[in-house]
């Protein structure tokens, strides 16, 4: 992709953050996670010489090996997607700067005593399944206080930093507005328990997320479409 195109793609993008950010108040101040799963290393690459620092993959294999090739630059990684066991050891290995999918008590379990042996912790946000749909990981809202606290209190390898939620699969925008919410007014009570990421927001909706209280995005398609 061209890097005048790419350019034109993420400054839309930043303007729409802006608009939507400054809508719920000056000093909130919302962070843009780029996606690069449907997009070339190169892009990567060019992105990164027009300003963008923080990179997010939901494979463990590809966020590896983009990690390795883009070694040299002083950029951070996101893992966002769903973790399978036996990838554990990969993605600490990785050492990310935050892992946005811990979905269960049960993952949990197993992260920290990995990381416990490897004498590492991991910064990581709860997973919320706020629309409560069944082709979606995460805890469900109604549990999600409590997973929070057990695990801050079990699992001290694991940081945890907050939340993070995918808005509802629908067209309907007040069901994707409300999953949002709910996944907002969690974030609020977790803030006792020092959460300060609120991660929600993909290409369809981040405007919205935002206006809801996200100041963490995941945007993919929206910055690398042709
Ligand atoms: C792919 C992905 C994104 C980005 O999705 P787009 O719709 O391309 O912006 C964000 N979050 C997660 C968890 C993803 O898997």
Redesign the pocket.
Known sequence: MNKKHLSANLDQVIWNIEEARISVGEHHIVKLVA?G??TEVEDISTLYTLGQRAF?E?QVQQLKARMEALEALPLEWHM??TLQKNKINNLIDLRPTLF??LDSLDLAKELNAKLKKKETTMNCLLQINAANESTKSGVRVEEAVDIYQKIQEHYPQINLKGV?S?GAHTQDTKIIQKSFEQTYSLYEKLQKNDATVCSMG???D?ELAIKCGSNLV???????KN
């Open positions: 996606v799963k449907y997010g939901n966002l997607g946005h999918s993070m995918i993909m290409s369809s981040y995941r945007v993919g398609t929206a910055i690398f």
